[in-house]
């Protein structure tokens, strides 16, 4: 069972992932800011994470890195934002992003990176 | 253009943008079965409308396209971006043809190729599945003979196949090429045999006659009946390429070159090479090749040219030259020597090693690859970051955690442990060097790209970073791949030149408009109360005019406006009339009349609306016309008519109306036939019978359940007779009136509103509030004294103009529990609406002003309350409800 975190303040937003997700066979659980995403992987690990950026309390990069300086199984991380500049990816993969998805997210292009990163679902 | 063609070319819009929409939708579902349905019932309607033209490029495109979606709804090929992308280009395709139809009338002949090349591409998908299914032999897929008696080689001519044999030991494998034209070739544009003549490298050809000639009196010269066998020395991929318009008629075979070694001829020589044979084989058994071709050219001059000795000899001759094949061919063909037949090259014939193996298990597909190869190069950007102290180890997991994903996915596992060793390494030294080592050593290693390598495998750095498809294109080899992603079809529109010279617009968008422009004149119409109360509030007298004058130009923009958005909605009515031509002549000819149709005043326009409505009700009339209005000819002419009637159909405007007569010269409609059908029916009473005068009776056709018809035709009379016209025009605030004059013909005559967007209501007063009543519905407001009322029974009634008049209390009938109020001269307000026939007045409190307003139906919870048509905005920002006046009544 492939466990997918969300990881997204705008609950549509989390809910589009999750469609696409889930429609593949993955389990997805939702987180809707940093801090609470730190507590559900302190819990359990995932085995991915799909991260945004712009989140209250605790931000994607800052999650990111939190979640980096745990010691835990460490899994890739996809970063999604609406900022397409490449200043903005960088940023990303500096704090512990592995892929990273300008929204709206091509559910194609997610699910091909989730099943390379994952493996498929089923 | 001709109607069809244009219905055609307008419907062919709704197709490609559906089609296009479809397999959007199907790229996030690509599992979605009823999607492929509806995709393929798309595809494969459109097709049938373009079978209607002749038009080949087009329908051949979407043949192949109709073909290759049955085959995905069947789950016969897989859906992939790939084909996706495929049909999205023949779409494309398709739609610049049918521009270019709409443009000149016809399509460029030089998009045959495109078209054929689109097809064929298209063709390829479903040609895998055939090759998978075993279905269609002539898929132009990778074949090597293993048996020779599976081609008609010993037909070829010695010469040639000595040719071949020696081509073969080049660098090209010669290949038999069988190329069947399909029996319609000629009319798609085909000349098979300048194609075989063209066929590169070409070493020896011949045609075939498929069956036996028909007799010359029976040949059908436009159907092909050859087919084609050649030998080429081509490559494959050129051999493709140049039978790519007729792929699924062509099949190329490689023939290794003993194949063509058969020795051929009559058996006459036999002794001889008996006699030969003992010696050869000694020079062979010693490895003497020279002296084994010296042997056999002195052989060779004592036998007969044309025997199978000479041949054989010769052969041994040829075979001699190649020292390679010497141990294994040569000993082969004198074994069949001693026989005198054969030899069986097929013993020698390898099983097909890497032929035609397609790389279907590979794991990943393209798109796949691509994703994978953009990832890993980002991982390694990634680790070539500037160290993050806290968090170096963390990241340096996650990235191997990506990479080992990679790897499963790629089904490289045996790359994992050396993966994890590296891991391990970077963080034992919390520095990435040695993953990024590992990761230009084994996973961006470049490697050079086996033709069948099942891994996908990586490109330097470098390259991956310049061209990220590169290993996608390597990954499907020996397919046609240079052929299917060779040039997209480019769209002329898309350069702007010559756009539409129509748009054809959602109706909601211009419904919306129209909504947008009618609140516009509402709000529009608040400024002349904001005047008012700039001089009576306010007190500036110079500000109300300002105020006015501004108003004036922003009421004429939006009338413009408004006027313009109506044109929008315009139609002529020769969308309705163009079908009558075709009716007129069906009917009448079934019925044995001879009746002329005279259309007049088709350009005439009217709301869409309008003319939708007006289909029906015309055709219904138009058929009554036909089938009891016009006589036969021989009765025509008995009664001194022309033989042929003539139907009239007239269109013209009268000020906002849009007026139509149908007027036919037949025998009219008898008035005490109606009036007997009438009293039959319980529609009037008997003593009505004789009162009621020929106009007045006529009329009656009009009442429900009314038809005059003796015997109930297959045309007309199904029991919906005149009633239903009637309610129907009227349903479009239209009116119908009928004037007949026995044995002279009838005529009736439509009257339509241009528009249906304003309604004129009159506003009224009733308990203190406003109502509208439609300005249609209204027959006259009068002013009656409060003693002119009488009571008949409970009813109350008036009399006007000697006609007795029910009134009925318009707040009775809205449960309002109020009287009607009267003014100071004692005159109560009564409203004369029309209700059916019947005429009513409503006793109400005032009249007031006429208003042009934008009628919003009723809708949702208040959606069933009929007393109301709907309401409208006013300009002071009140509501104002419209009352329907025919629901009024329970």
Known sequence: MKRILIVDDAATVRMYHRNILEAAGYTVEEAVNGIEAIEKSLHQPFDLYVVDINMPKLDGYGFLRELRALDIPQAPAIMVSTEADSSDQVRAYAAGANAYHIKPVKPGQLLTQVKLLVGAAR | MNPLLEQFLSESKDFLQGIGEKLMQLEDAPNDSELMDALFRLVHTFKGNSGLFEFPELTRVLHAAETLMDAVREREVHYSRDLADRLLDAMDFVGMLCDSIADTGAIDPSVASDSARLSESLMELVGDRGEAAGETPFAVREEVLTDGALLPLSEVPEAARIEAYRLSRGESAVHWVEYVPEAECFFQGDDPLFQSRKTPKLVWSRMVAREAWAPLAELDCYRCNLNFHMLAAAARAELVAHFRFVADQVRIVAVPGYFFALPTGSASEHAALEAALPSLRALFDDGDVAGLRAKAKATLEAVAANSWAASALRWLDVLAEDTAERPKSLGMLLMAMADGKGPDWSTLAAPPDDAGVTDSSSPLSPEELDAMVALVRVQRDILSLPREAGWQPGRIKAVAATLAGCLRAAGRTDAMASLDEATEKSL?????????????????EPKPARRHSLHPSFPSSETISSSPAAPATGASPGSDAPMATEGRTARPSDEGQGGPKSLKVDQAKIDRLMNLIGEMVVSKNALPYLAARAETVFGSRDLSKEIKAQYAVINRIAEEMQDAIMQVRMMPVSFVFQRFPRLVRDTSRKLGKDVQLVLEGEDTEADKLIIESLGDPLVHIVRNSLDH????????????????????IRAAQEADRVVIDIRDDGRGIDPEIVKRKAYEKGLIEEDSVDRLSDQEAIQLIFAPGFSTAEVVSDLSGRGVGMDAVKTAIERVNGSVTIESKKGHGTSIRLSLPLSMAVTNVMIIESAGQRFGVPLDSIVETVRVPR??????????????????????QLNTLLAIAEDAQVNEHGELAVLVVRLGDELLGLLIDDFHETVDII???????????????????????SILMVLNVNELIP
């Open chain 2, 428 to 444: 034992a030294e919390t520095q990435s060097g040695a993953l990024v080592a590992w990761l230009d050593g084994t996973l961006l």
């Open chain 2, 629 to 648: 209005g016009f006589e036969l000819p021989e009765v025509r002419q008995a009664a001194g008519k022309p033989a042929t009637g003539t139907l009239l």
């Open chain 2, 787 to 808: 003693t002119s009322i009488k009571a008949i029974k409970r009813e109350q009634t008036t009399v006007l103009r000697g006609r007795i008049v029910p009134l009925r």
């Open chain 2, 855 to 877: 009628l919003k139906p009723m809708t949702g919870v208040l959606g069933h309350l009929g007393a109301y048509a709907g309401s409208a905005l006013m300009g002071d920002g």
